[in-house]
């Protein structure tokens, strides 16, 4: 998936906004680039790079206040699960629909980032409810959540909420 293709997409969504970009180093990142976009309720993050290697772009949509600028723990958490996606990609493993990973500690990056403490430590991929199945996103679960394979959401964006737990 060419970067263009993820643009048209995010800005078929949302038309009039302004998003915030960012570029991440060479050195140490799984990603080049990626994005945040201002939603009613939330911020809608989105990966560049991806998708020329592994055919998908990852996502994440996060709670937002009355701020002006999106969080930036999002976009390292995108770094981090593309860092996963990569190396089950090398290791011929697929990176889909349905699995998780346990991060080990909250996914906001607490008390690294300027990410709150949250209870969520897990992602499950989903596909990006409005971007369809070329885009695979980040939803912040608790570590019993994932481990029952019941998360209770009645959000059809499925939005994550660190303060849920």
């Keep these: 998936m060419m970067w263009d293709t993820v643009t048209e997409a995010m800005s078929a969504l949302y038309p009039q906004a302004q998003p915030w970009h960012v570029t991440y180093p060479a050195e ?91 209870g969520l430590t897990v992602v499950i991929l989903a596909v990006d409810p409005q971007l369809g199945d070329r885009f695979l996103q980040l939803v912040g679960v608790t570590a019993a959540e994932a481990q029952s394979g019941e998360v209770d959401s009645d959000d059809p964006l499925l939005v994550t909420d660190p303060a849920r737990a």
């Design 28 to 118: 140490g990142f799984a990603l080049p680039a990626a994005s945040a976009y201002p939603a009613d309720g939330h911020w809608h993050f989105v990966s560049y790079g991806l998708g020329e290697r592994h055919g998908f772009e990852v996502t994440v949509r996060v709670v937002r206040g009355a701020e002006q600028s999106p969080p930036q723990w999002p976009f390292l958490l995108l770094d981090r699960v593309a860092g996963l996606a990569v190396l089950a990609g090398e290791a011929g493993e697929p990176f889909e629909e349905g699995q998780w990973a346990d991060l080990g500690a909250p996914i906001t990056g607490y008390p690294h980032t300027d990410g709150p403490p949250s």
